[in-house]
């Protein structure tokens, strides 16, 4: 369901694929080639949603920010993983959000990082660019490499080319 909030309705280019069952509200802009996938939350009710081109947000994942205090700020290529919440926080470019991973408002997760499944990054955190973060709470692992990158853009490729099949089925 796509609906307006208060005379805010999100901006979904038709390059996007929204299924059915996702819930995008309010003060929400997708980029270009997006996804918001199956029971998917996007609540842009008390704080703006801007999601980068060539970003996915899976099954059941919440994205949704702070009134007045933190919006959601997501880079492109980036892929929130299943049963994740992304709360009033920023990922950067080719970020990777773990299946049932919670990143918490004010964090800021930097360029190329992971964030494992089921971690956890605290209020007001600041994860370096190229991180491997694990844990509850979610600490600093190592550094990635050049084919951590590949396997994060591989993800976002793998989206791109499942919105381009769910898009055709609905013509």
């Not at 976002?156 to 898009?167: E, H, R, S, V």
Request: aromatic letters at 4%.
């Amino acid at each position: 369901m796509i609906r307006s909030y208060q005379g805010k309705l999100p901006v979904i280019p038709a390059t996007c694929y929204v299924d059915a069952s996702a819930q995008v509200i309010g003060d929400v802009s997708l980029g270009e080639h997006c996804s918001i996938w199956m029971n998917a939350v996007v609540r842009g009710d008390v704080n703006s949603i801007r999601i980068g081109a060539r970003s996915n947000v899976q099954d059941c994942a919440v994205l949704h920010g702070m009134r007045h205090l933190y919006p959601v700020i997501i880079g492109e290529l980036v892929t929130i993983g299943h049963n994740s919440t992304v709360h009033g926080c920023t990922l950067e470019d080719a970020v990777l959000i773990g299946i049932g991973a919670v990143v918490l408002n004010d964090a800021r997760i930097g360029e190329g990082s992971i964030i494992a499944a089921g971690a956890v990054i605290p209020e007001h955190t600041v994860i370096p660019p190229k991180s491997l973060v694990a844990g509850v709470p979610g600490k600093v692992r190592r550094t990635l490499g050049d084919a951590d990158r590949e396997m994060i853009l591989k993800y976002a490729q793998n989206y791109l080319d499942y919105t381009k099949i769910y898009l055709a089925e609905t013509e």
